[in-house]
């Protein structure tokens, strides 16, 4: 059973940046894991998806071009750098990631997909 921790939320002003982490223990040979973020009344939504092996990437359409999902897997850490942040962007931010053997296609922006989250990490990005 794999656990996972994220790091790195805070407070910024728009336009900053922050670097939230994910370190994974347990089991660690996932072929995927994802960033995904709630917003207060809102669904819990997709942000980024990374292929472990292949080093793929897949963003949502609302931070295309401002995150990057990397991972660092002797460290089983996984990252989302975030700039130019938005008031919009303002959540909890939560890694995933499937129970062992799990494949899906890509994106893997389902939250189905996913068997394992963190406790989440908060995001708040004032205007």
């Known amino acids: 059973q794999a656990q996972l921790a994220e790091s790195g939320g805070g407070s910024v002003p728009a336009g900053g940046p922050l670097r939230l982490s994910c370190a994974a223990s347990?089991?660690?040979?996932?072929?995927?894991m994802g960033w995904f973020r709630q917003a207060p009344g809102k669904e819990r939504e997709g942000v980024a998806t990374?292929?472990?092996?292949?080093?793929?990437?897949y963003y949502a359409d609302s931070v295309k071009g401002r995150f990057t999902i990397s991972a660092d897997n002797d460290k089983n850490t996984v990252y989302l750098q975030m700039n130019s942040l938005k008031p919009e962007d303002t959540a909890m931010y939560y890694c995933?990631?499937?129970?062992?053997?799990?494949?899906?296609?890509?994106?893997?922006?389902?939250?189905?997909?996913?068997?394992?989250w963190g406790q989440g990490t908060q995001v708040t990005v004032s205007s």
């Open positions: 990374i292929y472990l092996r292949s080093g793929s990437t």
């Open positions: 347990g089991y660690t040979d996932s072929y995927f």
């Open positions: 995933a990631a499937p129970r062992r053997g799990r494949f899906v296609a890509p994106p893997a922006m389902r939250l189905d997909v996913y068997n394992y």
